[in-house]
C-alpha cells in the first residue's frame, strides 16, 4: 500500500486523480466494512449498504478540508453514517412503504400469467380477465378509481390530484382492492 498521507492523498483524489481515490478506497476498506455491518436497510442486500456507504466516503472526500482538528477517519465516519441513515430514512419514508408491501400480480394470481405464445393460453387469460371484471364491480367507486389509476401507473400524489384524496386514503383504499381480489381469486 502506498505511504502516501491521508492528506497528500485527499488533495490528490479532490484533484482527479483515481489513483490516489483508489488507494483511499483501500485504505479505509475495513472502516467501510464495519460501518455496513453497523446498519439493515429494508429490502436490501449488503452490498447496497455498502454502496451507500462508499457514496458517503467519496462525499468526505469531496467535503473534507484540511486544516481542521478534526481527523479525516473521523469526518468519513461521519459522513459515512449520515449517508446510510439518509438511505434508512429514505427506503422506510411513507410515500415508499407501499413499494416494500406490494405483492406483484404473479404472486397473487399465478394462474393469469402465461410465459408461452400458446393461442390457447391467451383464450384461457381473457376468459379469466373477463370473470375479473365481475370482482371488480365488487369494488367501491373510490376502489375502482383509485385502483385503475395506479394500474396505469400514476403516483400516489398524481391519484390524489385526480380523486383529490388524502395519500392515506388512497393507500386505504388500494389495500382493500387487493383484499377483494386476492379473496376473489381465492375462491376461484
Do not use: W
Not at 416494500?100 to 384461457?124: F, N, Q, R, T, V
Not at 378509481?145 to 388500494?174: E, H, M, Q
Request: aromatic share 8%; hydrophobic share 35%.
Amino acid at each position: 500500500m502506498d505511504s502516501s498521507s491521508d492528506s497528500q492523498l485527499i488533495a490528490e483524489a479532490q484533484s482527479g486523480s483515481e489513483k490516489s481515490l483508489s488507494l483511499l478506497v483501500k485504505r479505509y476498506g475495513p472502516l467501510l466494512g464495519h460501518r455496513a455491518k453497523a446498519f439493515h436497510l429494508n429490502g436490501a442486500e449488503r452490498e447496497d449498504v455498502f454502496q451507500e456507504c462508499l457514496i458517503g466516503f467519496y462525499k468526505a472526500i469531496r467535503d473534507y478540508e484540511t486544516g481542521h482538528n478534526f481527523s479525516f477517519r473521523k469526518f468519513a465516519q461521519l459522513c459515512i453514517d449520515r449517508q446510510v441513515i439518509k438511505a434508512v430514512k429514505t427506503t422506510s419514508c411513507l410515500k415508499r412503504k407501499s413499494l416494500h408491501h406490494y405483492e406483484p400480480i404473479a404472486k397473487i394470481a399465478p394462474s393469469l400469467i402465461c410465459y408461452e405464445s400458446d393461442p390457447l393460453h391467451g383464450i384461457i387469460i381473457r376468459e379469466r380477465l373477463q370473470s375479473l371484471s365481475a370482482i371488480f364491480e365488487d369494488f367501491s367507486l373510490v376502489e375502482r378509481k383509485v385502483f385503475s389509476l395506479f394500474n396505469r401507473g400514476c403516483s400516489y400524489k398524481d391519484i390524489a390530484s385526480k380523486t383529490r384524496l388524502s395519500p392515506k386514503a388512497i393507500d386505504n383504499a388500494l389495500q382493500r382492492a387487493r383484499s377483494k381480489l386476492r379473496q376473489a381469486l381465492k375462491d376461484d
